[in-house]
């Protein structure tokens, strides 16, 4: 307790300021698919050309996680942060002006590749001033900020269309993170010592020119993959689910898919929560949990009807997101302490990069099996088939360092 109180209290100042970099990053991100039907019809494009914009920026931040993740170890949170909302804001505002597909395209694909650099520095910072008996929790709050920062999109920018059209406001959102960066520049500052001092079990590189030790981050690398699989394919899908299987109305199966999001937020920071103070600072036991509750949510929707009772269809949509959509901040401060505190930007930007890859493949082939079969509960049942290998892979191959 001692030690607990001597610590540096400025770390919650620090926490919130990488929270609200993830806000404000992600609310350029979202602003993509939340402004869709303002541009759409000015722009001249197609439903498929208006996910390609999403596609781009998602792609974007795949290709350049891992090098992104590698300035991080060398250039600081600092430097790294600011870079990543001067880029972000940048091409945002660009493709404000975007007078063509192409030329949007184009801008979409620019700030992806700006949002890369945000989350390995935002994990390094944490990292930096967070020991481990508060890192997951700690984690799990600043990844709260992605759906935070698309729940704030969806609540101002409608009204800023209103106010200065859909330019104005993609404009907006832009200069915003423009002007964050050098915000986040002012107020940053490192810690002082080495947080991780105390940490003995942890196996933590104290050169950024070390070699990073890509065999032991592979098991939950992959393992994870799977778990974003099941994530995005309940994030992409349950508004359909919810209007072509259940009966519900356009409107209500969008609307439910906030329960889920707001699912999401809890687990964030619940699981962090337990992973730091039930589980002793374990991180392996918590992701096996999560893993086998997923699945469970997932064979329970499978076995839904229209018949079934609304009073349990949706505290299972908000489950499933406690669950499939809460477990980052846990396996990102797992990955940090694999990897070690010298080499973290590289070591998320890995797992950044193997998880992404496996999302984008698996996720179109939940819609394949619904669209050959013509039934959601056999493509849940193979999505919670999907999750068990992922778990059993977790179980055997995966080393906690606390352990």
Known sequence: MDEAANRDRFRWAILALISASHVIGAAAQY???????????????????????????????????????????????????????????????????????TWAFASFFLAGFGYSFLNPASTKGVMSWFHRDERA????????????????????????VLLIGWRGALAALGMINFLFGFLFWFFWRDPVGDSLKHDS?????????????????????????????????LITYTP??????????????????????????VGRIGWGVA?????????????????????????ALS????????????????????CLVGY??????????????????????????????????GTPIFGYIVDR?????IAWQVLGAFLTVGIIGLVTLLKDPRE
């Open 201 to 233: 079990p942890e196996r933590a590189a104290n050169d950024a020119a070390a070699p990073l030790n890509i065999w032991s981050l592979l098991p939950v690398s992959c393992g994870t993959a799977i778990y974003l699989v099941g994530q995005m394919a």
């Open 373 to 377: 079969t013509g039934s959601y509960a």
């Open 31 to 101: 602003g993509i698919n939340t402004l869709a039907p303002f541009y759409k019809e000015e722009l001249g494009l197609s439903r498929a050309q208006v996910g390609l914009f999403f596609s781009a920026f998602y792609l974007a931040m795949t290709g350049a996680s891992f090098g992104t993740g590698w300035l991080a170890d060398r250039l600081g949170v600092r430097k790294t942060s600011l870079q990543g909302h001067l880029i972000l804001g940048f091409c945002t505002l660009t493709a404000a002006l975007a007078p063509s597909f």
């Open 240 to 265: 359909l689910y919810l209007k072509d299987a259940m009966g519900f109305s356009p409107y209500w199966a969008s609307q439910a898919l906030a329960l889920t999001q707001a699912g999401g937020m």
């Open 275 to 299: 992973s730091d103070r039930l589980f002793g600072g374990r991180r392996k036991i918590v992701l096996v949990v999560i893993g086998v509750s997923s699945a469970l949510m997932i064979l």
């Open 303 to 322: 076995l839904m009807t229209p018949e079934s009772p609304i009073y349990l269809l949706l505290p299972l949509l908000f489950l499933a997101g406690v």
């Open 328 to 361: 980052q901040g846990v396996s990102y401060a797992l990955i940090g302490e694999i990897a070690g505190k010298a080499r973290t930007g590289a070591g998320l930007g890995l797992m950044i990069t193997i998880n992404a890859g496996c999302a984008t493949l």
């Open 137 to 160: 929790t700690a984690m799990g709050i600043k990844q709260t900020g992605v759906p935070a920062g698309g729940v704030v999109t969806a609540m101002l920018a409608p009204a800023l």
